[in-house]
């Protein structure tokens, strides 16, 4: 009988596992079984009555009971499963084990929220990101390790959603807001713990900083503080460059081939796009540093001016600390870096009124197109187009200031001579500005030896000046073979503004512009570029730069000499191509030109 009662316990206690109901019946049928002995025992237990029938009370009672029992249960179960999915997620995602169950992986630490491919040749693991996280032994480290920066207010939304892409494709811990974390403190930390994990031997550390590479997603503003704060870094083995175009010229991403259109964000893009960074090649680049000295003013300021939406062109260009070597007593000293151009004069001041324009009215500034559009506007509107007529010649470039030269390292400064109607001129190291347009272009054989000139190399030392005179002349870069007015190549460049020239000018760096205040009774305003060091970037196909150490790289153009129907370098010839524009084959757009990446 005690048998037969033990089974009958088993048997319930089995259906109770695997059916809530049961557990409710079961528990039921107990219930009824000590109400019926209690109204049996009233009544008279030996007139055979059957047991009172289980009030419907006593029935739900027992039914939530046993149900919130087996929830509790269930609860505990879920989250032992969770808990072991999430270190088997992790585990899979650093030692390479491409298995997936259900195609889903739970989890944090990275793991994906929708069904995809763990992306384990990029995943970092938590401990490598985070100091504070427990280390964990890894049987291989990813081949080839990303740490990913996105600036969230690039390209309207789409700096929010690369954000939401890339976290749920990688480790969460590796991508980063550029609005709530700035990459000089990521990087510190970052090789800090480096040095730390790999003088305790971990082997895991060593491979992650010897493969990884980096990839910001922003404006030339933003990828030029990435490129400013590695370099800044001095590493002997620094992580080369990737640039996901999410601004509104992209000339950084378009230079290196990796395009100037703002991307699509959802995961099979980025999937492509990692996969684009995993083959890129590693190509240096020069790195210029700029200088500003001047008197300290008696009154009235001498800071830079920033639009009011830019956090970074100050970093770009900045006062230094009285400690600083290039300090002088009396003196106000500026310094900064650029890795693409610095531009001074009309190109600057448009630059400048957009940026403050898109802070004041952001809600008209949601896509590429229409950035472009206002930009060309602000053109219009400024007179650029008529600026012999609307400017005073105090604009020129040659009444704001001297400009000298040294050629080639350990040279002689020589005196640049500007052409009187050059309104903005432009220090290139990049071929690309303004959204994909080269200014330089590749000067034929004649040209280069009469002026003495080379093919343009982003790693041979050298920058390429060249001016512009309105707003007509830009445009000429439009047409086959147009460029701007070459003015000369030079390891260093040095304005020396005259006396009272101006109350201010407009500069930018990078596509980041300000408005520079100038002393009124001071002719020691002196602005030097000089050539820093190198950067690595990653170049894709189709690559638009040019290094010196590549040899399929043309050192100039042999076959026939350079167009000069479009370079407009005399004034005569000026005038007679400003009056012709539009009209004759020469400036017919070439159909691969897409005008509205003009910006």
Not at 50 to 69: G, I, Q, Y
Request: proline residues 6%; negative net charge; glycine residues 8%.
């Amino acid at each position: 009988m005690g048998d037969a009662n033990g089974g009958g316990a088993a048997s319930r206690l089995a259906a109770t596992i695997d059916d809530p109901r049961a557990a409710a019946d079961n528990a039921a049928e107990a219930a009824g079984d000590r109400v019926g002995r209690w109204a049996g025992a009233g009544a008279g237990a030996g007139a055979g009555a059957r047991p009172a029938p289980v009030s419907s009370l006593v029935r739900t009672v027992a039914e939530k009971t046993a149900a919130a029992k087996m929830e509790e249960a269930r609860a505990r179960e879920r989250s032992a499963a969770e808990q072991i999915a999430q270190e088997d997620a992790l585990h899979r995602r650093v030692t390479g084990e491409d298995v997936m169950m259900d195609g889903h992986t739970n989890g944090t630490n990275g793991s994906c929220s929708k069904p995809c491919e763990p992306l384990t040749d990029y995943c970092i693991p938590d401990y490598i990101l985070n100091p504070d996280s427990e280390q964990v032994l890894l049987d291989q480290a990813p081949c080839c390790p990303v740490v990913v920066f996105i600036n969230s207010r690039s390209g309207g939304q789409l700096g929010n959603s690369l954000i939401k892409t890339y976290r749920e494709l990688l480790n969460k811990a590796q991508v980063f807001d550029l609005s709530e974390e700035a990459p000089d403190k990521v990087l510190h930390r970052l090789y800090c713990n480096f040095e730390k994990l790999k003088s305790n031997g971990d082997p895991i550390a060593f491979q992650i900083q010897s493969n990884l590479r980096l990839i910001v997603a922003g404006g030339d503003g933003t990828a030029s503080w990435l490129l400013g704060v590695v370099s800044d870094l001095k590493l002997s083995h620094p992580p080369p460059i990737a640039t996901v175009p999410l601004g509104t010229g992209n000339n950084l991403p378009f230079s290196f081939g990796w395009g100037k259109k703002n991307p699509t964000t959802d995961q099979e893009a980025v999937k492509s796009f990692l996969g684009q960074v995993k083959k890129a090649r590693e190509m240096n680049i020069d790195s210029w540093h700029i200088i500003m000295r001047m008197r300290a003013p008696q009154e009235g300021p001498c800071e830079p001016i920033a639009p009011l939406e830019l956090p970074h062109s100050l970093h770009a260009f900045h006062r230094v600390s009285g400690s600083d070597s290039l300090n002088m007593e009396g003196y106000h000293t500026y310094r900064g870096g650029f890795w693409n151009y610095f531009s001074m004069g009309m190109d600057a001041q448009v630059s400048y009124e957009f940026h403050s324009e898109r802070k004041r009215n952001p809600e008209k500034f949601k896509n590429q197109l229409t950035n472009q559009s206002t930009y060309a506007k602000l053109g219009l509107k400024q007179g650029w187009f008529a600026a012999s007529l609307t400017h005073p010649s105090s604009r020129n470039i040659a009444q704001l200031a001297k400009v000298r030269i040294m050629k080639r390292p350990g040279g002689q400064w020589e005196e640049l001579k500007i052409p009187r109607s050059i309104r903005s001129i432009v220090c290139l190291n990049l071929p690309s500005f303004s959204g994909g347009l080269n200014p330089w272009g590749t000067p034929g054989t004649r040209k280069v030896q009469d002026r003495d000139l080379t093919a343009p190399f982003v790693d041979d030392g050298l920058i390429e000046v060249v001016g512009f005179r309105d707003a007509w002349h830009g445009l000429v870069l439009l047409a086959p073979n147009g460029h701007g007015t070459r003015l000369a190549q030079a390891h260093r460049i040095r304005f020396e503004f005259h006396k009272g020239a101006a109350e201010h000018t407009f500069m930018r760096i990078d596509g980041e512009p300000w408005k520079q205040p100038l002393p009124k009774d001071d002719d020691t305003v002196v602005v030097e570029i000089s050539h820093l060091r190198q950067v690595t970037m990653l170049a894709s196909d189709p690559c638009k730069s040019k290094s010196v150490n590549d040899p399929s790289s043309p050192m100039c153009r042999s076959n026939h000499d350079d167009d000069d129907r479009n370079s407009l370098e005399d004034e005569d010839e000026w005038e007679e191509g400003r009056k012709k524009f539009g009209a004759a084959d020469t400036f017919k757009l070439p159909d691969e030109v897409d005008i509205a990446h003009l910006s």
